[in-house]
């Protein structure tokens, strides 16, 4: 079995390792991300265990970051994590070593998501090291002052003009509008965390025009 891509369409990602999230929205995310940050906060910190359980809900790529520094620590990691379930990503730094650990880890056929990216060499080297995903992070591109939806676009258009075939996995998403612009900028992917998702479902427009058009079938005579 190989890892699930939906390709030709953009992936929807929950930015998550809560169980109960992933349970809520599993019919409309197409994978799950996870970092070590988000894994510190769960009670149950068996990482294996909880990657386990995704995969029994989510039929997609599950991203799983290293926590070792080194390249063979990396790689052992790594291979080890790419044991649990064939969805899972091997999240890796953009570091000297995390990208030659993702050109290791992808000539044997294991799948990686190039995290802490920040810039367009990190994600040409990225690309040429066989990364499945590479993660730009808009929010902290944003935090300091810079704009995180150009280092995307950027990203989208240097892998066209070249054709690298790795997907462009906009992270760091903060709020709806960077859920937008990263899409019309042409990322392939998108994770999100709940908050930001729970907004797709609501519109006061959608709920005002609800309202009236039951109240206008409740007044009409074919009650
Ligand atoms: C996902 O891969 C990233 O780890 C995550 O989106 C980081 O988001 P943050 O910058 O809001 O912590």
Same mark, same amino acid.
């Given at each position: 079995m190989n890892l699930v891509i939906l390709e030709g369409i953009v992936e929807i990602f929950l930015d998550t390792a809560d169980i109960g999230a992933i349970e809520r929205y599993k019919d409309f995310i197409d994978g799950v991300t996870t970092n070590p940050t988000i894994l510190s906060? %769960? &009670?149950? &910190?068996d990482v294996q265990k909880i990657a386990l359980e995704i995969s029994k809900l989510i039929n997609g790529p599950i991203s799983v970051e290293v926590i070792s520094s080194d390249f063979d620590d990396m790689v052992k990691e790594g291979e080890s994590l790419a044991k649990i379930h064939p969805n899972i990503c091997v999240k890796l730094p953009c570091t000297f070593d995390g990208l030659k650990a993702c050109k290791n880890l992808s000539n044997k056929g294991i799948a990686t998501n190039l995290t802490l990216c920040f810039s367009v060499p990190q994600a040409i080297m990225a690309a040429k090291c066989g990364a499945t995903y590479v993660s730009p992070f808009v929010g902290r591109v944003d935090d300091i002052g810079q704009d995180g939806i150009n280092l995307i676009s950027d990203i989208v258009e240097v892998y066209n003009v070249h054709g690298f075939e790795t997907r462009v996995l906009s992270a760091s998403i903060r709020n709806i509008n960077h859920f937008i612009q990263a899409a019309i900028a042409g990322t392939d992917a998108i994770t999100i965390p709940e908050n930001v998702l729970q %907004?797709?479902?609501?519109?006061p427009l959608t709920d005002i025009g609800l309202k009236k058009f039951m109240s206008d079938w409740n007044k009409s005579k074919r009650k």
């Open positions: 906060k %769960q &009670e149950n &910190e %907004q797709f479902f609501i519109h």
